[in-house]
């Protein structure tokens, strides 16, 4: 059986895109009288308590060489003990000339069984060819890694290597071979990859110690039938006080997402595929479970506040939203940019636009966060200098989407929109993190701009008064205000 039919059946039986990353360190390992056995004992129990919560096992052949020949007879009797149905993903990051990689080969799938091994590209397809000989056998080649360096060399030139490395790596096996490597730390690079490569399989490293966004990452890299990626996870696990516990919660939380995913496809008329597990049917309603603790933080901020304001349009309002004042929030910051960033993957641009002022160091913390240029119009015509409208740098033709903060009847968002059209720029989509649900909405789609809101002002207002934190008689008047207004 190939990897990837193998892969679906282990998929389908366990409802998993988890896979258990098996790296030991000494100080994990339990007693015994030498390596050999402390190694094969600790994995043995670990692939036990998970095997019916993966969809594969990934051990790094790095872990074991630490311990010497013991340590790798040991990885090879480990594997042994891995279900036949569970496919093992060896990592080793291979790349060498021809001979060398035609020796690596046999080693992995000879000595230590594997289904699938992980290289890199930078010797190009001699390297990789001889891993392929066998069709059943899949290579996920390195393209943008989670370490903090890789930037240095992956996203070098334009476009960056690594989207280079998705589009030409397509072209060396036959269709199910080439899999491509993606951290969760690089949603964006998810992203591109995922429009580059459809329907490609992604290891996708990265989650719990090293900070990878799970939620974002699967958004970003996901195929619309909730499969194409799997997460291999290793200290979160191996480190739990219950590992089997933790593993549990991880599959679950990744197919929560999972099936968002195939929700939002199905609704824009992209069928899911038949092989996805019964389970992940029915969408999970994620906008209030996912950002209860931004709008918590929106209201203890003060930057959601009750009373009587004129906005910006002149009009009255008895509740005022100002997100200025995130900049002293650092936390509640962070977790707005993360909600821009949820819609951001999924949209494709050559540049960030932060409208002034409230919008701009949540664009600039997303830019920096997406390693994305940033560029933002001006209020008002500089007297002096260059005199130009809009600050960067940028090319006319490119695409840019806009960030702004709230949207009432969007006539700021459109003057900004106005401002970035006429210095060249094409601008088709933008993101903001309230619509007021006031007419902004319907005011920028005429103008063909399609505005991406992460919340609505009603569902904060619902939340706040659910939980007490709003009055009735407050959320009455706000409704009816919402109700009357045009």
């Known amino acids: 059986m190939d990897f990837t039919a193998k892969l679906m059946r282990a998929i389908e039986k366990n409802n998993s895109l988890l896979c258990v990353g098996l790296d030991p360190v000494e100080s994990m390992l339990p007693e015994g009288p030498d390596i050999y056995s402390r190694l094969s004992a600790w994995a043995g129990d670990l692939i036990a308590q998970t095997a019916d919560l993966v969809c594969c096992f990934k ?10 020949p013991k340590g790798m007879r040991a990885l090879a009797d480990i594997l042994a003990q891995v279900p036949s149905d569970i496919p093992i993903v060896l990592d080793g990051k291979r790349g060498d000339i021809g001979s060398t990689a035609e020796a690596y080969a046999r080693g992995a799938y000879t000595h230590f069984h594997a289904d699938a091994v992980t290289l890199s590209p930078y010797l190009g397809s001699d ?7 066998d069709p ?8 943008q890694t989670s370490n903090p360096s890789a930037v240095e060399i992956q996203g070098h030139g334009s476009p960056p290597l690594y989207a280079h490395v998705a589009w030409v790596a397509q072209s060396w096996g036959a269709e199910g071979q080439i899999g491509l490597v993606i951290g969760a730390t690089q949603p964006q690079a998810l992203a591109d990859a ?8 992604f290891l996708v490293p990265g989650v719990g110690a090293q900070g990878g966004n799970l939620a974002l990452a699967l958004r970003a890299g996901l195929r619309p039938d909730g499969l194409g990626m799997i997460v291999p996870v290793s200290r979160a696990i191996l480190h739990a006080r219950d590992p089997r516990a933790a593993a549990a919660s991880l599959r679950d939380e990744i197919n929560s997402v999972r099936a968002s995913v195939i929700a939002k496809g199905r609704s824009s008329g992209e069928p899911a595929a038949s092989s996805v597990p019964a389970a992940l049917s029915a969408p999970t309603p994620l906008p209030t479970k996912t950002y209860q ?9 003060g930057c959601l ?15 005022y939203l100002d997100l200025r004042r995130l900049v002293s929030f650092p936390n509640v910051l962070d977790m707005a940019v993360e909600a821009y960033i949820d819609q951001l993957v999924t949209l494709r641009y050559d540049c960030l636009a932060g409208v002034p002022y409230a919008a701009l160091p949540i664009a ?3 830019a920096l966060k997406l390693r994305q240029p940033m560029v933002y119009p001006r209020k008002e015509a500089k007297t002096h200098g260059t005199g130009q409208m809009v600050e960067g740098v940028f090319e006319a033709g490119q695409s840019a989407v806009v960030l702004e903060d709230v949207i009432t009847s969007g006539g700021s968002l459109l003057s900004s929109v106005r401002v970035l059209r006429e210095a060249g720029l094409s601008v088709s989509d933008a993101v903001v993190l309230v619509d007021r649900g006031q007419g902004g909405l319907a005011t920028l789609a005429d103008e063909g701009v399609h505005v991406h809101a992460v919340l609505r002002f009603s569902e904060i207002l619902d939340y706040l008064s659910n939980i007490g934190k709003v009055d009735p008689a407050t959320a009455e008047r706000v409704r009816a205000y919402l109700r009357a207004e045009p």
Do not use: H, Y
């Not at 059943?136 to 393209?143: G, N, S, V, Y």
């Not at 603790?293 to 901020?301: N, T």
């Not at 506040?305 to 509740?319: D, H, I, K, M, N």
């Open 59 to 68: 051990p790094n052949m790095g872990f074991f060489e630490q311990f010497g």
């Open 127 to 133: 390297a990789v060819k001889p891993f392929l000989i």
């Open 136 to 143: 059943e056998k899949t290579a996920f080649i390195l393209c």
């Open 194 to 201: 995922r429009e580059i490569a459809p329907q490609a399989w």
């Open 293 to 301: 603790a931004l709008m918590d933080g929106l209201f203890e901020s």
């Open 305 to 319: 506040r009750f009373g009587e304001f004129t906005l910006a349009s002149g009009r009255q309002s008895p509740v």
């Open 364 to 366: 600039a913390i997303a």
